[in-house]
């Protein structure tokens, strides 16, 4: 059957070569009245991904990129270096690679949250108050004495997109979750490849 390239979720635009989505059959998308955002960095180099394991405020205990809310007067960019130095004590080459849209229960707000990555940076890479960087390899399998990705300590669905970035394939994606905070779960999500970097346009 072919894929139906309209489908794409409210607040989100692109120009579609495919998608995933999953959930419960039948169910919506919330709605909500305002964006937040943020920004979450990933530096992939060859067949290592740098991420961090979080120590405090949302998320506690799971890997993620590096990354946070973007402060009034700084562009996403900005941020998103500043977070990566803030919380891994590296600069990189930063380059705009998603964006993710995520709902959840309890605020009426989306979290908006520009993805990006590198293939390089400079600095030492340093454990910071708030995450422990670790390497992993993007092998299933794991290589170099790396293990494979966590996606089981990971937000879930992040396996949907992270092998995106890995790739450098351009995506836009959202998912709504229901529970409470760290423990929220998803019950709906969509995640689409675009044709080109200038489909960005949410
Ligand atoms: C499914 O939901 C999420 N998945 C993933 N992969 N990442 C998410 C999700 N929701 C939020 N995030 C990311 C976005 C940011 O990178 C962090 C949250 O940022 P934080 O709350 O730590 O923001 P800071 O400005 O660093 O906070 P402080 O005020 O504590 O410094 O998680």
């Given at each position: 059957m072919p894929e139906d390239l309209n489908v794409i979720p409210p607040g989100l635009k692109g120009n579609l070569v495919h998608y995933i989505s999953g959930g419960e059959e039948g169910s919506l998308w919330k709605e909500y009245t305002n964006v937040r955002y943020y920004t979450n960095a990933f530096v992939v180099q060859g067949q290592k991904i740098l991420l961090g394991h979080k120590k405090r405020g949302w998320g506690q205990e799971k890997y993620n990129g590096f990354g946070g809310k973007v402060d009034a007067g700084e562009t996403s960019l900005e941020a998103a270096k500043r977070e990566l130095k803030e919380e891994a004590g590296i600069d990189a080459p930063l380059e705009h690679a998603g964006i993710l849209l995520?709902?959840?229960?309890?605020?009426?707000?989306?979290?908006?949250?520009?993805?990006?990555?590198?293939?390089?940076?400079?600095?030492?890479?340093?454990?910071?108050?708030?995450?422990?960087?670790?390497?992993?390899?993007?092998?299933?399998?794991?290589?170099?004495?790396?293990?494979?990705?966590?996606?089981?300590?990971?937000?879930?669905?992040?396996?949907?997109?992270?092998?995106?970035?890995?790739?450098?394939?351009?995506?836009v994606g959202r998912a709504d979750f229901v529970g409470d905070k760290d423990k929220s779960k998803p019950y709906k999500w969509w995640y689409g490849v675009l044709k080109d970097e200038e489909a960005f346009d949410v």
């Open positions: 995520f709902l959840t229960d309890g605020v009426d707000w989306a979290f908006h949250i520009d993805i990006y990555r590198a293939d390089s940076y400079s600095g030492e890479v340093q454990e910071s108050e708030e995450m422990k960087p670790e390497w992993f390899s993007t092998l299933p399998e794991g290589t170099d004495g790396l293990s494979s990705i966590p996606y089981s300590k990971m937000w879930e669905t992040d396996e949907c997109w992270l092998p995106l970035v890995i790739a450098n394939k351009p995506f």
